[in-house]
């Protein structure tokens, strides 16, 4: 089955220290994206891209790093510069080519200890 | 900028009831508007969708038309079930061109809890 995988699906992160969050598709789709997710608020934009070797920021980059060295493969990192970690984290991609429909992973969620 | 709003929740509803969850739009252009619903504890699934004005979405019972000249794309069911216990958001999609095109803005989720 074509889909999106998010791992781990729990995360805890210690002060000052760097993790990264995994998101791989086999849809063969081109662009992709994080975003965050807090307690009553919308998602918000981290990063995006839409080829390989390519990424821009979104609305609330500041604190996070990402990196697209292969097609299906679009890891996180959330650094230590970013003071308010604790949040749900999606994944999505889209096919591109004038196709807007997004799917979802089933998300992280990340605490702080 | 593109913006969305969505009514204010939690709505809570008893089983067999109309639903309407209200959603307006600011946005440059002309975008494509969806809803996107979220079980607890999972990421987003695509409810329905409408690209142009007056387009109709409808998926699973649920319906919204793409009103342009309201700016809205207002969500209603006429039956609600116990299983439609959710959160729905709303978004629409930036197709101003280069970069930027895709990109999804939500609103900020409406939390509807339906009860037997």
């Known amino acids: 089955d074509g889909g999106i995988t998010q791992s781990p699906k729990y995360l805890f992160r210690k002060e000052g220290q760097n993790v990264t969050l995994s998101c791989e598709q086999n849809?063969?789709?081109?662009?992709m994206y994080w975003y965050r997710q807090d307690p009553g608020q919308g998602l918000r934009l981290i990063y995006y891209?839409?080829?390989?070797?390519?990424?821009q920021k979104g609305d609330i980059a500041e604190g996070y790093s990402v990196s697209r060295e292969k097609k299906e493969s679009f890891p996180l990192t959330v650094t230590s510069a970013q003071k308010n970690p604790t949040a749900f984290y999606l994944c999505?991609?889209?096919?591109?080519?004038?196709?807007?429909?997004?799917?979802f992973g089933p998300g992280t969620r990340l605490l702080v200890l | 900028g593109n913006s969305v709003t969505q009514m204010e929740g939690p709505v809570t509803l008893s089983e067999e009831a109309f639903l309407t969850i209200n959603c307006t739009y600011t946005?440059?252009?002309?975008?494509?508007l969806f809803w996107y619903v979220q079980y607890p504890g999972e990421g987003l699934q695509l409810l329905l969708k409408?690209?142009?004005?007056?387009d109709k979405g409808s998926n699973k019972g649920f319906e919204a038309t793409y009103r342009k000249e309201t700016t809205s794309f207002h969500l209603e069911k006429g039956s609600v079930q116990v299983s439609d216990s959710a959160v729905y958001f709303c978004?629409?999609?930036?197709?101003?061109?280069?970069?930027?095109?895709?990109?999804?803005?939500f609103g900020q989720g409406t939390i509807l809890t339906v009860h037997p």
């Open positions: 999505a991609s889209m096919k591109g080519d004038k196709q807007e429909t997004q799917y």
């Open positions: 849809l063969n789709h081109d662009a």
């Open positions: 891209s839409q080829i390989v070797n390519d990424f």
């Open positions: 946005a440059t252009g002309y975008p494509s």
């Open positions: 409408a690209t142009k004005a007056d």
């Open positions: 978004a629409l999609s930036d197709r101003s061109g280069g970069t930027s095109y895709g990109k999804l803005t």
